[in-house]
């Protein structure tokens, strides 16, 4: 059972999105309506179970509705009400509910559109007045932002709203005709972010609480390599004690990889130690070229923690900024354990700093060779008390390398300042060979 299950058995509600155009189909032009529905609907406890998207073609239009009016109860639609020969939601609606009659003029909607152009100074085209057509038994939504009128209507025991395509128009026509007639319900949201192991794995610790029957109910997703936890609550279970027993409970079980909450970034959590610490930290970066500073200068406040960062991609810069001996270069190479470390020394120096964390690799997609792969990087870090160096191997290209190198840097500082237990933990790329 899905969150849209959950919410179906506790208050009977399952809803869908349908948006129609062939610019939508085509990549042309972004679905952001779609998207902000769901937020919506969200916001209001219920859970969007299905999106779909269509070309303007009449009987694909139809179908959708047919399909969708059978499956769930609340459907919205955007998009097909203009006045031109490819808008086709009106006569797609009509088909839909079995109307035989054809389209009637709403009398209420042709005045209002009347009044609109008169407003304007304008004439009211042939087109236009389309627009005020609707299917028997249905309804026009008055449209106080434009010239389409949306449609309610009831196919089985879906109902029905149609709105207009521009988000000018169609959110608070929204607001307005859709939201006081939606169930009412509550939901709670939140996430636990971690970084360091893959999501197969996390789950598998998460194991029964991830039941698809549970209420909160716990889901897991990845992007740009960072898993998170996303718990839902609805109804009795969406209280904060209740989300907080459940977040507590992900971040024991993901321990030492959990770092933060909802919008909370790896930075920033590295940050929060910091200053609890009354410490800074400084950056040697090389195949990175800045990147980890980036991902800490986007944090507001990041001044009272962060130093600087030496971008030393070259050797010579790694000896005339950093002091790396010229001869740890020749007999081991840039890339490499004994230059990391020398690296976030001479880093922690010049900068002076508590800590500092450095990053020597191969990006790629050239420089790599047999015995240095391709996504071999080697990070070194150097705190009070405390230096280690952990060599990794990084797939994909270099933009994937390079992001995984950088937030694998402010992980282990992060993890350093836990402790050496935690800085021990092992990272899913983390190499030792």
């Known amino acids: 059972m899905d969150c849209g299950s959950i919410a179906q058995a506790q208050h009977g509600v399952s809803a869908a999105i349908l948006s129609v155009g062939d610019e939508l189909m085509l990549g042309q032009t972004q679905d952001t309506n779609a998207k902000w529905l769901a937020s919506q609907f969200t916001l209001r406890g219920v859970v969007v179970r299905e999106f779909r998207t269509v070309h303007d073609d009449l009987a694909d239009i139809e179908s959708m509705f047919r399909e969708l009016s059978a499956r769930h109860d609340i459907l919205v639609i955007t998009g097909g009400l203009g ?13 839909a509910m079995d109307v035989v009659e054809p389209l009637e003029v709403d009398e209420q909607a042709l005045a209002d559109l009347d009044r609109w152009f008169k407003d304007r100074g304008r004439p009211m085209t042939a087109n236009n007045k389309l627009q005020a057509l609707r299917p028997k038994g249905a309804r026009c939504l008055k449209n106080s932002w434009g010239t389409a009128p949306g449609l309610h209507a009831s196919i089985g025991r ?3 709203w149609c709105l207009p395509g521009p988000p000018r128009e169609m959110e608070p026509m929204f607001e307005t005709e859709v939201a006081p007639h939606l169930p009412r319900a509550v939901m709670a949201t939140a996430a636990v972010h971690s970084f360091g192991q893959g999501e197969s794995f996390l789950a598998e610790i998460l194991g029964a609480r991830m039941s698809r029957q549970r209420n909160p109910l716990i889901g897991t997703t990845a992007s740009g390599s960072i898993v998170s936890a996303r718990i839902r609550a609805v109804n009795e279970a969406a209280t904060d004690a209740a989300m907080e027993s459940a977040m507590q409970e992900v971040e024991q079980l993901w321990a030492p990889y959990a770092f933060g909450r909802d919008q909370e970034t790896l930075a920033g959590a590295l940050g929060k130690l910091l200053i609890l610490r009354g410490e800074r930290v400084s950056l040697a970066e090389s195949c990175t070229g800045g990147l980890t ?13 962060f130093a600087g960062a030496a971008v030393t991609y070259a050797n010579g810069a790694k000896i005339d900024v950093l002091q790396v001996p010229n001869e740890l270069l020749v007999a081991h190479g840039a890339v490499s354990a004994p230059v990391a470390l020398a690296m976030a020394r001479g880093c922690a120096a010049l900068l002076k700093t508590q ?10 997609p050239s420089g790599g060779s047999e015995t240095k792969p391709v996504g071999e990087v080697f990070i070194g870090i150097c705190g009070p008390r405390f230096e280690a160096v952990k060599k990794f191997h990084f797939p994909g290209e270099r ?6 190198a950088a937030k694998t840097a402010l ?14 933990a092992p990272i899913i790329w983390e190499s030792h060979k």
Request: glycine share 6%; aromatic share 6%.
């Open 158 to 160: 879906a109902r029905i």
């Open 293 to 305: 500073a980036s991902f800490i200068t986007t944090q507001s406040g990041s001044s009272a923690w």
């Open 399 to 404: 933009a994937a390398v390079r992001d995984r």
């Open 355 to 364: 800590w500092s964390a450095s990053i020597t690799g191969i990006a790629g």
């Open 411 to 424: 992980a282990l500082l992060r993890l350093a300042l836990l402790g050496e237990k935690e800085f021990a």
């Open 83 to 95: 006045p031109t020969d490819d808008d086709l939601t009106r006569e797609a609606l009509r088909r």
